[in-house]
């Protein structure tokens, strides 16, 4: 079953522009993460947030969580080309698997 | 260190038939996932090993089985294929099973 469910399912926006993803889970989790994939390859771990944390940077990305609202939100600023992927939320809790939405594709156009 | 390898990473079988997609996991970690990724239902758990133990398992009927070596490589297998069961099936490793994955390319798995 689905646990995250990201918002909105496709995005497009122009290089440089800045790209917000959200993702809503139903359950208590220990930590939710990003992924990207390209192209229908394996998984590439972007971020981790645990449910102590309201947010944290990397690079280019920002995320944020609200355990309240169980909801997540991943910020990529400055886009490229070359961030066009499926991006996808997981949460883990804390039993060693991680239920992942159904993602989110993010088109970037130079 | 060497990523997670999967191997082979294109099959094609027909039903009836079955199949074992093999995982070697990161040096040093000691927990595999795999996953079955299909357009309709997107990335599903199948199941966790830990130190040769099945430690979780998702809601996959018992055709799908797995198992895990001393040296932390892991194999699934499924059998009697169905048409359904084509899919991507993705591999991931960690050193302790919470935390961040890393994922294997996957193996394409097409029944026929």
């Known amino acids: 079953s689905q646990q995250g469910e990201e918002d909105p399912q496709a995005l497009s926006i122009q290089e440089g522009e800045n790209a917000t993803m959200n993702c809503s889970y139903k359950?208590?989790?220990?930590?939710l993460q990003w992924y990207r994939q390209n192209s229908g390859r394996g998984l590439v771990h972007l971020i981790l947030?645990?449910?102590?944390?309201r947010e944290k940077h990397s690079g280019r990305l920002r995320v944020t969580l609200d355990t309240s609202k169980k909801s997540s939100s991943l910020l990529i600023t400055a886009s490229r080309a070359a961030d066009t992927a499926s991006y996808f939320c997981a949460t883990d809790e804390a039993n060693s698997k991680l239920t992942f939405g159904k993602g989110i594709t993010l088109s970037v156009r130079p | 260190k060497a990523g997670v390898t999967q191997t082979p990473r294109y099959l094609i079988k027909t039903r009836g038939q079955q199949v074992t997609l093999s995982c070697s996991p990161i040096s040093g970690h000691r927990s595999v996932s795999w996953y079955q990724q299909t357009p309709g239902q997107g990335l599903q758990f199948l199941f966790e090993y830990f130190s040769e133990t099945q430690r979780n398992k998702g809601n996959f009927p018992g055709r799908f089985s797995g198992r895990q070596f001393s040296n932390s490589r892991s194999e699934m297998n499924v059998s009697t294929l169905e048409l359904g069961d084509s899919a991507l099936y993705l591999c991931a490793s960690s050193q302790s099973g919470g935390g961040e994955q890393f994922f294997g390319p996957g193996t394409r798995l097409t029944v026929l």
């Open positions: 947030i645990r449910s102590n944390e």
């Open positions: 359950t208590s989790i220990n930590n």
